[in-house]
Structures are given as structure tokens and as C-alpha cells.
């Protein structure tokens, strides 16, 4: 049985020519059936390539078994038109506090995502150190077009569910990762800041979970029994698929994207054939039991995309965006734990998870050329004037 470091390998020595055949949408790693423990290739098809499910892939003294699930292509959440009888009503209502899961967008017309994990950024401003609500979301949900030509305001909810500017603004878009139209993208990821400005606008409490301290390394088969709470399909549960996955997206007319590819994806599949990913579901946020622990959850992924059926969530692992605005010199901090001793931390839990996240990230720094890839807004005077005084958490001062 192959181990992972000799499955990423030959993913990667492959995965170029595979995602050339026209009918192949991804490829990855994962169980090479579904009652299997033994790892293999995954790949993702919009058509029958073979009349078999599964192959056997050579290479050397190297073999792999390669599966094939049809499952058709990959759409973004947002470029498809919203689902007009759900059930999860309760998710398109306006709620205060603000919480994940309920419907937000920007204020175009027709517009309505998720939110997703409530924190908060510890940042340095006027000479001292304040801590600063977020929202983290899709880039789709938060921003009018791929080119940032302007931060909005948020509402909630949506305004596809009837949400109104003024009156149901929550926030205002403030982080955005770029959407890369002929290079690699490892993200659809923006975050908002309370507006008007107010601590506890919005709740850190993920919808029975509670308050969420730590990120898995990244979104693996080492996750299981995972729960995601979204405007369109509400509380639903699923299972790692494949993991460390590379395909495309179609984003039909947002930001002049067309079909784009992801690298590092996790595909979520929904038990007991539910719909987990559907048009109103962008910036959900996969959370799981932390392995080990009864009673604690871990961060997971965002949800953003999948294929119009809906059975299958394509999200990105939330751990690298942690470990990324840590370097950056904002780490992020549990919004309801926000004056305790840690920020969020990355979770690795044995050497080979270290040195597979450690080749990730490394693959991350050549694909991206070392450019951060977001961009952030200026934090609004109203907002600069009730920002929060915040001594150095302990992993800040440290660097500092």
C-alpha cells in the first residue's frame, strides 16, 4: 500500500496531462472505495471515461490504484442561480448577533452566501495593539467583482432574503484573497468587520458547537463525522472524500473568470446522499470532532463550490489561512475568547502531518511566486473609534 508522500508524487507527476483529457474535472487523494481503508488516486470525471471504477496506475516499482467517480463539473455556489424551496428557512432570517451559517452577501441585488467563522484579528494601530471582529466568507459573497474595485458593505441577510442596506448592514468587506484566472488558486476567501462598529454584532458560537480555538493542519481523511451549518441546505453532515485535490471551478460571468483552477482542495461528501453544497451555501464552515477529544471541535475548510447536484462540498483547509495571517503579523483570535492567553492555533498532530503541510506550503510560495495574494481595506474612521484595546497575547509577543 502506497503511503501519502508517494501518492502526492504521483499526483502531482500526473495530475497535469489527466486534467488536459476533456471529461476529467479533478484529481486527488482518497479511500480507493468507499468501505476502504487503503488510500489511492481519486479521480473526478464529467463523463464515463471507463467502464470500470477502478484502475491500477504504474509507474516504476510504483503502484497506485486510481478510482473514477462521474459526478459532473465543478460550479463556484455563487454562479448558479439560488434554489427557489428549501428547508432551511431559519438560515435566511435576520438574527442577532450575527452567527456562521446564516445568509449574508453584499448589497447587489439577488445576492445571498453563508457566513462563516466569527473571530477576531489582533492588529496594531495608532501605536497600540486592538482586537478587530471578522467574518470570514467567499470572496464571491463579500465582493461585487474579482478586482476589488470596491469594499462593500454586508448585510444580513442576504439581499436575496430581503436584507436592505442601512438597515440590515452588519459590516463591511475589509480582507480578500485574489481569484487567479490563469494561474493556480488555493482559496475564494474574504472576510468583513462589524458595521456599525459594535463588539458583540456579531457571535463567535458556531450553531451547536460553541466557540472554535483551533484549525486542523489541513482538511483530511483525519477528519471525520463533519458538520456544516449554511444558509441553503442548514445543518448538515459529511465526509472527507479526497483530499489534497486539484480541479476546476467554473465561476461563469463573475470577475471575467470562466473555469479556473484550485489546487489543495478537500471534497466533501454528504451523508446518506444529502445536498451539502448548494447556490446560497458559499463561505460555510466545515467544522469536526477533534480526533481524540470528546466534545471539541476543530475548524476545518470553507465551502465555495460543487457540482450542481449539491452532494458534494468542495472547500479549502482553513489552517493555512491561519498560519498565513500569523506570519503577516495578525493572528487570529476566538471572538468570545478574544482577551485569553492563545490565539488560534494550527493543529499538527504527528511528524508526517508536519512535513506534508510543510511540502504544501511549499508548493503554495513557488505556485504564488511569494505574493501574499490579498489585499486589505483601510478600517473605517467609525470603526477606528471603538476598536478595542488588546494587550499582546502570548504567541503575538513572541514575535514581536
Not at 65 to 81: D, E, H, S
Not at 234 to 242: H, L, R, T
Request: overall charge neutral; glycine content about 10%; aromatic content about 10%.
Amino acid at each position: 500500500m502506497p503511503d501519502l508522500m508517494t501518492l502526492m508524487t504521483m499526483q502531482e507527476k500526473y495530475q497535469p496531462t489527466l486534467l488536459s483529457l476533456h471529461g476529467v474535472e479533478g484529481i486527488g487523494i482518497g479511500s480507493v472505495s468507499p468501505d476502504s481503508a487503503e488510500q489511492g488516486l481519486i479521480i473526478y470525471t464529467s463523463r464515463e471515461l471507463v467502464q470500470v471504477g477502478q484502475i491500477v496506475m504504474r509507474d516504476g516499482e510504483q503502484e497506485v490504484k486510481v478510482r473514477f467517480i462521474q459526478t459532473g463539473a465543478f460550479v463556484a455556489n455563487g454562479a448558479l442561480p439560488l434554489p427557489t424551496a428549501m428547508d432551511a428557512k431559519e438560515y435566511k432570517a435576520r438574527v442577532r448577533p450575527a452567527s456562521a451559517g446564516y445568509s449574508v452577501g453584499h448589497t447587489e441585488a439577488g445576492i445571498a452566501g453563508s457566513a462563516g467563522l466569527v473571530c477576531a484579528m489582533l492588529i496594531k494601530h495608532a501605536g497600540q495593539y486592538v482586537t478587530l471582529p471578522l467574518t470570514f466568507s467567499n470572496k464571491h459573497v463579500c465582493i461585487h467583482d474579482n478586482q476589488q474595485s470596491e469594499w462593500p458593505h454586508i448585510v444580513q441577510p442576504g439581499s436575496a432574503d430581503g436584507g436592505q442596506d442601512e438597515e440590515d448592514r452588519v459590516g463591511k468587506s475589509y480582507l480578500a484573497w485574489s481569484l487567479q484566472k490563469k494561474d493556480d488558486n488555493f482559496e475564494d476567501c474574504a472576510a468583513y468587520y462589524p458595521v456599525p462598529y459594535q463588539w458583540d454584532r456579531f457571535t463567535g458560537v458556531y450553531p451547536g458547537v460553541g466557540v472554535l480555538k483551533e484549525a486542523w493542519w489541513a482538511f483530511t481523511n483525519q477528519l471525520t463525522g463533519c458538520l456544516k451549518v449554511g444558509r441553503t441546505t442548514g445543518k448538515v453532515y459529511g465526509e472527507v472524500e479526497a483530499f489534497n485535490v486539484t480541479l476546476k471551478v467554473n465561476y461563469e460571468g463573475y470577475g471575467d473568470l470562466g473555469t479556473i483552477t484550485f489546487k489543495q482542495m478537500t471534497v466533501v461528501l454528504g451523508k446518506e446522499d444529502q445536498a451539502v453544497s448548494l447556490p446560497g451555501d458559499s463561505g460555510s464552515t466545515w467544522v469536526a470532532p477533534y480526533p481524540g477529544r470528546s466534545g471539541e471541535y476543530v475548524i476545518a475548510g470553507i465551502n465555495f463550490a460543487g457540482p450542481a447536484d449539491g452532494k458534494r462540498s468542495i472547500s479549502f483547509s482553513f489552517g493555512p489561512k491561519v498560519t498565513q495571517l500569523q506570519e503577516e503579523g495578525t493572528p487570529l483570535i476566538p471572538h468570545d475568547w478574544s482577551f485569553g492567553d492563545k490565539c488560534i492555533t494550527v493543529v499538527t498532530p504527528d511528524k508526517k502531518s508536519q512535513l506534508i503541510m510543510k511540502r504544501m506550503a511549499e508548493s503554495r510560495r513557488v505556485l504564488t511566486k511569494g505574493a501574499s495574494l490579498f489585499q486589505r481595506d483601510s478600517i473605517g474612521e467609525a470603526a477606528v473609534r471603538h476598536l478595542v484595546p488588546s494587550t499582546p497575547i502570548t504567541y503575538f509577543r513572541s514575535k514581536l
